[in-house]
C-alpha cells in the first residue's frame, strides 16, 4: 500500500517569489508520481509526472518536480508565481505494476498575494 | 466530447433519497474511475472499470454505493438511501487503458449535499 503526505496545508506567497510544494511518499513496492491542480470549482488537471529517467520532471505552467528516491520526495516548485496560480495541488502516487489507482494526499493550497 | 463529461454538477439530495451520477469518459478511453472527495480533503479511490468490467470495488465505502458501465462507455454511480457523510464531490476520469502512469484525465466533479 501506498501513502502520500503533503507536509503544507497552505503556503501563501508574493506574486513573483519562487515557491516550493512539499510532497512525501511511502510505499512497499515503487511507484510512480503526480501532481496535479484543481483550481476553484474544477476538476484535477495533471501539472506533471515522474515515470522514470531524469529526476527532475518539468511540466505545463512552469512547474518542475524532483524525485528524490533516498529521501522519498516529490517537492514541486516555480521560480516565480502568478495570481493565476492560486489554486490547490495534490501529489498523487499509484503503483508501477497492478492497478492504475492513484492514492492522494490532503493537498496544498497555494495562495498568491500581489 | 474533449473532455470527461460529469452530470449533474450539482445536486441536493434530503436524506434518505437515492441519487444517480453519470459519467461520459473521454472517447476510446478503456478505463474508467470513480473517486470521491470530502471537503478540504485529497480524492479517494472508488472503484474502476475497464471496458464494461468492474475489476475493483474495494473503495466503494458502503454496499449503498453501486457503480455501472453497461456498455463500456457512460458509467452512473448511485448511492442509495443517502446520508450525511455522503456530501462530497464525485469526481470521474477516465484513461486510454490501465497501463501503469498512464496520464488520468478528470473531470469537474459532481458537488452531492445530503441535507
Known amino acids: 500500500a501506498q501513502s502520500v503526505t503533503q507536509l503544507d496545508s497552505q503556503v501563501p506567497v508574493f506574486e513573483e517569489a519562487p515557491v516550493e510544494l512539499r510532497c512525501n511518499y511511502s510505499?512497499?513496492?515503487?511507484?510512480?508520481l503526480f501532481w496535479y491542480v484543481q483550481y476553484p470549482n474544477q476538476g484535477l488537471q495533471l501539472l506533471l509526472k515522474?515515470?522514470?529517467?531524469?529526476?527532475l520532471v518539468k511540466g505545463i505552467n512552469g512547474f518542475e518536480a524532483e524525485f528524490n528516491k533516498s529521501q522519498t520526495s516529490f517537492h514541486l516548485r516555480k521560480p516565480s508565481v502568478h495570481i493565476s496560480d492560486t489554486a490547490e495541488y495534490f501529489c498523487?502516487?499509484?503503483?508501477?505494476?497492478?492497478?492504475?489507482?492513484?492514492?492522494f494526499g490532503q493537498g496544498t493550497r497555494l495562495t498568491i498575494n500581489p | 466530447g474533449a473532455g470527461v463529461s460529469q452530470s449533474p454538477r450539482y445536486k441536493v439530495a434530503k436524506r434518505g433519497q437515492d441519487v444517480a451520477l453519470r459519467c461520459d469518459p473521454i472517447s476510446g478511453h478503456v478505463s474508467l474511475f470513480w473517486y470521491q472527495q470530502a471537503l478540504g480533503q485529497g480524492p479517494e479511490f472508488l472503484t474502476y472499470?475497464?471496458?464494461?468490467?468492474?475489476?475493483?470495488k474495494s473503495g466503494l465505502p458502503s454496499d449503498r454505493f453501486f457503480a455501472e458501465r453497461p456498455e463500456g462507455s457512460v458509467s452512473t454511480l448511485k448511492i442509495q438511501r443517502t446520508q450525511q457523510e455522503d456530501s462530497a464531490v464525485y469526481l470521474c476520469?477516465?484513461?486510454?487503458?490501465?497501463?501503469?502512469?498512464?496520464?488520468?484525465?478528470f473531470g469537474e466533479g459532481s458537488w452531492l449535499t445530503v441535507v
Open positions: 515522474y515515470l522514470s529517467g531524469s529526476t
Open positions: 476520469a477516465s484513461s486510454l487503458d490501465l497501463t501503469p502512469g498512464n496520464t488520468i484525465y
Open positions: 472499470f475497464q471496458n464494461e468490467a468492474q475489476l475493483d
Open positions: 498523487a502516487a499509484s503503483p508501477l505494476k497492478g492497478a492504475q489507482k492513484l492514492v
Open positions: 510505499s512497499s513496492v515503487s511507484v510512480y
